[in-house]
Nanobody, 120 residues
Framework: QVQLVESGGGLVQAGGSLRLSCAAR????????MGWYRQAPGKQRELVAT???????NYADSVKGRFTISRDNAKNTVFIQMNSLKPEDTAIYYC??????????????WGQGTQVTVSS
């Protein structure tokens, strides 16, 4: 079992910044890709950004140039720095971690979600 502990959400004015963190806890043999997704009211969950263990990143077009994803492999933690926030960035943000157990079973784990609200 992998538990994901998210932090850093909140309320911010348009143009402001927030930094989200997500730490993976538990008995983990190996962690692969980590990422952030978001779900706004009435919409489907969508990819925000992902990062491989080697540091290769991928971003949704809507956040390119404003958000930066990073990770600390030693601490099994992924971050996302969100700058120049817009009201349309308002959503619940979910951390996602792909890992492998010590018995080589692949896991796809999700955090509990953290609310990000951007006021205009």
């Amino acid at each position: 079992q992998v538990q994901l502990v998210e932090s850093g959400g909140g309320l911010v004015q348009a143009g402001g910044s927030l930094r989200l963190s997500c730490a993976a806890r538990g008995i983990i043999f190996s962690i692969g890709a980590m990422g952030w997704y978001r779900q706004a009211p009435g919409k489907q969950r969508e990819l925000v950004a992902t990062i491989t263990r080697g540091g290769v990143t991928n971003y949704a077009d809507s956040v390119k140039g404003r958000f930066t994803i990073s990770r600390d492999n030693a601490k099994n933690t992924v971050f996302i720095q969100m700058n120049s926030l817009k009201p349309e960035d308002t959503a619940i943000y979910y951390c996602n971690v792909k890992s492998v157990t010590i018995t080589t079973i692949p896991l796809d784990s999700w955090g509990q979600g953290t609310q990000v609200t951007v006021s205009s």
